[in-house]
């Protein structure tokens, strides 16, 4: 357990509605990630973090922002949720070396 | 544009079987390649190669690299139910990035 906490764990929300997601470490890791994950394109970056206030995009960044006022706290809000956001979303910090350690996600259902 | 594939996609086998899955990567600049295990929830963390031709080993799992051919292997011996699970392989991009590959479903029947 590389002690990473994600809340919600489920949600369901309508179209349009802002939504934000929780990621929380207690390891001190410097470096945090959100991915999405949806069948046929496996994992995928939207944003990532390198330090408080030091952020990057991704991937698939799209409708996607993120907030890190915190070392251990790294938020992902989706502006205007589309049914398209529907996936399953996963924080993870890096390691001492490459490895990244994952949380246990956060299903998310936009309707 | 960078790229990691993996084949096959999916894989049913019987339980004492031996599996070898693929993880081939088109990268600009090859760094280290690294496999995950994804069972019903987060993927969990297996192996990081570096070099090329030193296989690494963790129990009936093993990998190696080929950096000249451009592919790494994971091989499963001996496979069990708990083996079932998709089988990730990623390579960070950079310090802070990684790119995944789409997986490979393994389900290993009793």
């Known amino acids: 357990d590389a002690g990473i906490t994600q809340s919600p764990r489920h949600k369901v929300t309508e179209t349009g509605t802002p939504v934000t997601l929780r990621c929380h470490q207690t390891e001190n890791h410097r470096y945090m990630y959100w991915y999405r994950q949806d069948p046929g394109h496996g994992l995928r970056l939207i944003h990532y973090s390198y330090g408080v206030k030091d952020t990057d995009k991704g991937e698939v960044s799209d409708g996607y922002s993120v907030s890190r006022s915190k070392t251990e706290d790294f938020l992902l809000t989706l502006e205007s949720a589309t049914s398209s956001q529907t996936s399953v979303y996963f924080c993870a910090i890096s390691g001492k070396a490459y490895e990244q350690y994952f949380g246990p996600g956060t299903r998310l259902t936009v309707t | 544009e960078d790229k990691v594939v993996q084949s096959p996609l999916s894989l049913v086998v019987h339980e004492g079987d031996t599996v070898t899955l693929n993880c081939s990567y088109e990268v600009t600049n090859f760094r280290s390649l690294l496999w995950y295990k994804q069972e019903k929830k987060a993927p969990t963390f297996l192996f990081m190669l570096?070099?090329?031709?030193i296989e690494k080993k963790s129990g009936r799992l093993s990998s190696i690299l080929d950096k000249k051919e451009l592919f790494s292997i994971l091989n499963i011996t001996a496979t069990q139910t708990g083996d079932s699970a998709i089988y990730l392989c990623?390579?960070?991009?950079?310090?802070?990035?990684?790119?995944f590959g789409t997986g490979t479903r393994l389900k290993v029947l009793a």
């Open positions: 990623a390579w960070p991009l950079g310090t802070y990035k990684y790119i």
């Open positions: 570096t070099s090329s031709g």
